[in-house]
């Protein structure tokens, strides 16, 4: 954590930020989708709705962009990865609601949008300790 001042301090609102997102609505519909339902059962949507599966893999890249960016690696591509694929979320329209039944009708809801926020903020934590890298470097 040598390149930027606080980092762990930046770390951390972004780690809460996407907890906290668990607890809102991450959709809008037939009763709603919680953040936590849509982390837990997001990856079953492969079976029925790809894009919601492809923007549930944003979770995956934003642990290993976390994991690597905590541990000083480069992890700007898969933070930007994690960005394009949590943006497809917007383009969910329906999702199977009562255990797969049936599909309802959904809109984003306030927990998609801490999700999403979560999310760019890494992937502009990592653009940041970048440039601060290179200005470094280039100084001396």
Known sequence: MKDIKNKEYYLTIIIILYLSSFFFKAFQGSGGIYGY?????????????????????????FFIALYRTIKEFRTLHISAIAVLFAFLSIFVKELPIHMGS??????????FYIWFSSICALFLLNLISINFKKKNTTSL
């Not at 599966?53 to 944003?58: G, K, M, Q």
């Not at 049936?102 to 927990?111: E, F, K, Q, R």
């Open 102 to 111: 049936s599909d309802s009708t959904v809109n984003i809801g306030s927990g």
């Open 37 to 61: 339902h849509a982390f837990l059962f997001g990856f079953l949507s492969i079976l029925i709705n790809f894009i919601a599966f492809v923007s549930w893999l944003a979770n995956l890249l």
